[in-house]
């Protein structure tokens, strides 16, 4: 794994054919998904993207500042990026780029943030796929794949049997 800076953020998503941030760039959401409230059931959740990205050799996750009141939160993300030899303060360093190699990193890295007391705001973006998903007090995603989203839809929303 290697941290990135908002510009090499920008770098290697404009190499991949992808746009930062697109809520916020108003790109219309392929798929928008409610967040599991258990921690149990968001940490399953980081297991399952994990798996339904590991066909992806890149991916890159931008924590995005939010205020985070949970000191616990913070010292266990710092510990992780310090266990990485990154000593950079995550405001400077927001991405976290994930090789084919890396993918232990990656699925660590997403247990801690979904599996965080207070919710960490964060982008994945995955390539070659080219998706991108948000997870905040949603899931919203972007993908040219119909497929990945509508396993995410199945994951996340259980069908209403009658």
């Known amino acids: 794994m290697r941290c990135l800076t908002n510009s090499e953020i920008h770098k290697w998503l404009a190499g991949q054919g992808m746009h930062p941030q697109p809520l916020e760039g108003g790109f219309p959401v392929a798929g928008d ?5 258990e921690r149990r059931s968001r940490q399953m959740l980081a297991d399952y993207l994990a798996d339904l990205l590991g066909k992806d050799s890149n991916k890159l996750l931008e924590i995005l500042p939010c205020p985070q009141d ?3 939160d ?3 993300l710092r510990d992780f990026r310090a266990g990485l030899n990154e000593t950079r303060p ?4 927001p991405g976290h780029l994930f090789k084919s190699g890396d993918r232990e990193d990656f699925h660590s890295l997403l247990t801690q943030l979904l599996g965080a007391e207070q919710g960490w705001s964060f982008y ?3 390539a070659p796929s080219r998706t991108t998903i948000l997870i905040n007090d949603r899931v919203e995603v972007w993908s040219p794949k119909k497929g990945i989203r509508n396993e995410l839809g199945r994951y996340l929303v259980p069908s209403q049997a009658a």
């Open 33 to 37: 998904f409610p967040i599991p409230s």
């Open 70 to 72: 949970v000191a616990e």
């Open 74 to 76: 913070w010292e266990i």
């Open 90 to 93: 995550l405001v400077a360093t």
């Open 124 to 126: 994945i973006y995955s």
